[in-house]
């Protein structure tokens, strides 16, 4: 009979191999949040990681989150979730979108990876909503969202 192998709780050092995984060329942050990041996590958990680009062409954010999201699983040998974004989406949301994921995750998040961003566009248009206002309006039209399918 051939033991089965019980998932173990991810490590930080699980956590720094993911981030250095993801640490390519154009990220100038990495940030674990979630239950590693609190040391709370347990068997299952996984790793949560915001990689943060100098800037980025949002479309392509769904892509890159897929690769990124293989490459850390590799290198951390655990379930990792990746969020994109850039300095200027990152920036603005963590610090004036009190109600955003961003600003929400900001006292528990350890930094992983830091380095000085190059060529940044401070003046384009953000791809997530700019201030407390739309993030709520997105939030109800949001599918999966828990306000999505309410009747009003």
Known sequence: MVASALPVAPSLDDARHAADAVATDGVCRVLLYGSVARGRQIAGSDIDLVVV??????TARRNLAGDLRGRARRAAGC??????????????????????FEHDILRHAVVLFDAAPREV??????????????EAVASLYTPGSRWSSCSL
């Open 53 to 58: 680009f100098d800037d980025i062409d949002y």
């Open 79 to 100: 379930p990792v979730d990746v969020r994109i974004t850039d300095l200027p989406e990152w920036t603005h949301r963590s610090e004036s979108v009190t109600t955003s």
């Open 121 to 134: 566009n401070w003046g384009k248009e953000i791809g997530l909503p700019a201030t407390n206002e739309a």
